[in-house]
């Protein structure tokens, strides 16, 4: 079974593709298979989330090149920024992995945080299209909170 243990610097010629949704990006160790139905590991240190478009490296000199899969986020627009920005305090509050973009952001489709989003005075439209969260203030190596975990000193009691 090949296994991917290297992250590389820049992108490369590949032999592989591996589409996966982000809740498998941040994950450093799974097996998977491959676009073309090659059965593979991959054994990566803890740290950065596999972002669509990076690629890995086998011992033996195999690449592979992630994909982004497209999956079900809630796209919020708006020219209004200080409400998009309210909206995305608010998301981010709850530990939400956001990806913004100017006038937009979106994040992994929760009716809740739908609802939340409409009392603040917009929409979230469900769409399908690759997810690629900001990695965070601190960088991408605290990605415990888009895993779940909580390895922070502040509580959540409120």
């Not at 990806?99 to 937009?104: D, R, S, V």
């Amino acid at each position: 079974m090949l296994t991917f243990t290297r992250r590389l610097s820049a992108q490369t010629a590949h032999s592989y593709t591996l589409t996966l949704p982000f809740d498998q990006r941040i994950k450093g160790r799974l097996k998977v298979t491959l676009d073309d139905g090659t059965e593979a590991g991959i054994m990566l240190d803890r740290g950065p989330i596999m972002r669509g478009g990076d690629c890995l490296s086998s011992e033996d000199g195999q690449v592979v090149k992630i994909v982004a899969a497209a999956e079900t986020v809630s796209v919020v627009r708006s020219d209004n920024t200080l409400l998009l920005a309210r909206a995305c305090y608010h998301l981010g509050n709850r530990h939400t992995p956001l990806q913004i973009k100017p006038g937009m952001a979106c994040y992994q489709h929760d009716h809740v945080l739908d609802n939340m989003v409409a009392g603040l005075g917009l929409t979230a439209i469900c769409e399908q299209v690759a997810f690629e969260p900001e990695p965070g203030a601190y960088g991408e190596h605290h990605r415990d909170h888009a895993a779940g975990g909580h390895s922070h000193g502040h509580s959540h009691a409120h």
